[in-house]
């Protein structure tokens, strides 16, 4: 009986000591970090490792009084929150409480903007022209690549990441059903004026066409006819910058063309898909981007596609880029890589995030910068 009862009694031991134990516990590592900072804080080379010197990588979400999700990844000790870098991304959209979140759409590769009250912001609005050639449209579906959709026939879209999205229209008409997909660039200046389209008509087995460009010297026009034939001018030596295709497999419907545009450097190029067909009975759906216009606002409460820095340095005291004084020229923060990472120590769904920025933190008057930093870091969503 007395056995029993200290069996018990260290059974109770161990539950107690299982059930109380810190919930986030770093595993002590020796090989290389899977999310880690370095970078230069303050003016101090500073390098943090998850899993090194009680590091740990806490990822978690939440929804704030406006209800847009905030994804949030911090590197601390499980000791004490000093010395700790915390990374927070917005959502680009406002969501019903308690709802699902779509971190493909949020979280993607490239470049965001830090949040700061009353400071300006860019979003993109660009117009979408269709067409639906040998037939009557009557219904249009719209995908911008961020998760948004439309059922205009020439919508205007706001986009809010300076990336490169993917946007397709497919069109029901009387003559079928027909979908294309293009490139809308937000990366490079240069593309909110570089614009590429193509015509076409056909005789027979023969398609005949013509590219128009806007705002670039075209040194190059390469095409793709979307039957494995190709073909490329030369601007320097030809005369004519029109083609001619034909095409011997007559069984096909519709082909997906795509031509590439070089500019007179070589080094930029813009590029853009076609549909067309040799059957004058068959539905084809294109779209052409008739202007990408910088929209300048000035800092919403909602803090949509923003990105908040903190670091709490050796002696608890917290700068963070939520400030009311506009970042540096200089500042900058992007995504390089994003995948889904494996759930958190709270079985929520996380995403792995490579990162690099540089930016300018607050502690009422006094300020630090964080400069060159490279971090990868995971955030939590639902």
Not at 45 to 70: E, P
Not at 103 to 124: A, F
Not at 191 to 197: E, I, N, P, R, Y
């Amino acid at each position: 009986m007395k056995k029993t009862k200290i069996i018990l009694a260290l059974l109770t031991v161990i539950l107690l000591t299982v059930t109380c134990k810190k919930e986030h516990v770093p595993a002590t590592t020796t090989s290389t970090p899977v999310f880690y900072f370095t970078g230069t804080i303050g003016g101090v080379s500073t390098s943090i490792n998850a899993g090194v010197n009680n590091y740990y990588m806490y990822s978690s979400y939440a929804q704030d009084t406006n209800h847009v999700y905030n994804f949030i990844g911090n590197l601390q000790k499980t000791t004490s929150n000093f010395s700790s870098i915390e990374i927070q991304l917005n959502d680009y959209k406002v969501s019903a409480i308690n709802s699902n979140t779509q971190p493909d759409s949020s979280l993607k590769t490239g470049i965001y903007s830090y949040y700061s009250v009353g400071v300006t912001d860019t979003v993109y609005n660009v117009q979408f022209n269709s067409s639906y050639i040998n037939g009557t449209p009557q219904t249009y579906t719209w995908t911008f690549g961020d998760s948004t959709t439309s059922n205009s026939a020439n919508p205007i879209h706001t986009y809010t990441h300076k990336i490169n999205y993917n946007a397709c229209l497919t069109i029901t008409g009387s003559s079928g059903t027909s979908s294309v997909c293009n490139s809308v660039n937000l990366l490079s200046p240069n593309h909110f004026a570089q614009k590429v389209s193509v015509s076409s008509f056909s005789n027979g087995d023969t398609i005949y066409y013509t590219a128009t460009t806007t705002s670039i010297t075209p040194s190059k026009y390469i095409w793709n006819f979307g039957d494995g034939g190709s073909n490329i001018i030369d601007t320097s030596t030809a005369t004519n910058y029109s083609v001619s295709h034909i095409y011997t497999n007559t069984a096909t419907a519709t082909y997906d063309i795509s031509l590439t545009v070089k500019d007179s450097t070589g080094l930029d190029s813009i590029s853009t898909h076609y549909n067309a067909s040799i059957y004058n009975s068959v539905g084809i759906a294109n779209f052409t981007i008739g202007s990408i216009s910088p929209v300048i606002s000035t800092g919403s409460p909602y803090r949509l596609s923003n990105v908040i820095i903190k670091w709490t340095d050796a002696s608890g005291v917290v700068y963070t880029t939520n400030n009311n004084a506009a970042q540096p020229s200089g500042s900058f923060f992007k995504i390089i890589s994003e995948e889904p990472y494996q759930n958190n120590t709270n079985g929520q769904l996380t995403r792995k995030l490579h990162v690099n920025f540089t930016c300018t933190l607050y502690n009422g008057t006094n300020s630090i910068q964080i400069t060159n930093a490279d971090a990868v870091i995971a955030v939590a969503y639902k």
